[in-house]
């Protein structure tokens, strides 16, 4: 049987009996894929540190009738100052579920992907407000997998002119007219709905090159809490974790 080669990123790594691991890779070939790593957590194995989660490189498997068996990891980055880094782990250890929570098998996850390492690089970047990556982040993995808030036309009549609210229940941008008529609507600055328009169309190696207000900034969270609360099905338990530790983000 041929191996197969495939590039990707481990999302997260469990333990298997004594000695084994099971690992969630996101790869450009296969989508999100899990495999079987035999005797990795072994202190001598090849696949030791291969097999961590945020480990980025080639990873070559045995496809079996249900499963995927590991045989060598080639990482090109471990990303290994998130290992030092407590609060950047944490919201590494989030990008990842949001990353696993999207993924399926055969899907194509070739942009998911480059949005995770983008993300991830941008996040040990001293320089980036990490609580600003985050909903970038955020928004940008919604529109890969067409689940964003649309901020580019009204959600009720199609205006594109004159954005100034943002509804849950409408999934999007209100104008000042339709404002008015919705009842969960809230009322946005028009350089909010201008930030998450240049990030829902800007590609992912430019996204992470800009900064706004305090301001805009909170209203940006505001957006991605109520719109994550609406339409994703899931309560991130890394996401607790996170908002445990920096609290007001
Ligand atoms: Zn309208």
Same mark, same amino acid.
């Given at each position: 049987m041929e191996p197969l080669k495939v590039t990707g990123m481990v999302l997260a790594a469990s333990p298997i009996g %004594?000695? +084994?691991?099971r690992v969630v890779l996101l790869t450009l070939e296969r989508g999100k894929?899990? =495999? #079987?790593?035999?005797? =990795? &957590?072994r202190q001598n194995s090849p696949l030791l540190a291969g097999t961590e989660a945020f480990a980025f490189g080639e990873f070559t498997l045995y496809e079996g009738r249900n499963s995927y068996t590991l045989i060598r990891a080639e990482i090109s980055n471990y990303f290994r100052e998130l290992a030092q880094d407590v609060e950047g782990a944490c919201y590494g250890f989030y990008f990842l579920e949001v990353a696993d929570y999207y993924g399926k098998e055969g899907t194509d996850e070739r942009e998911m992907l480059r949005l995770l390492y983008q993300t991830l690089r941008a996040l040990m970047h001293p320089g980036l407000p990490r609580p600003l990556i985050r909903r970038v982040y955020e928004l940008k993995a919604m529109a890969v997998h067409g689940e964003n808030p649309n901020m580019l036309s009204c959600t009720r009549c199609g205006s594109r002119e004159e954005l100034r609210?943002?509804?849950a229940r409408q999934g999007g941008a209100l104008c000042s007219r339709c404002m008015a008529?919705? &009842? +969960? =609507?809230? %009322?946005?600055?028009p350089s909010t709905v201008y930030a998450m328009q240049y990030i829902l169309c800007t590609d /992912?190696?430019?996204?992470?090159? #800009?900064?706004?207000? +305090?301001?805009?900034? &909170?209203?940006?969270?505001? /957006?991605m809490d109520r719109h994550r609360e609406r339409y994703m099905e899931k309560r991130f338990r890394t996401l607790d974790i996170l908002q445990a530790m920096t609290e007001n983000v």
């Open positions: %004594e000695h +084994d691991k894929i899990a =495999a #079987f790593a035999r005797a =990795a &957590r609210g943002y509804s008529g919705e &009842r +969960d =609507a809230v %009322e946005l600055l /992912v190696r430019s996204l992470y090159t #800009f900064r706004v207000s +305090d301001e805009v900034q &909170r209203e940006l969270g505001m /957006v």
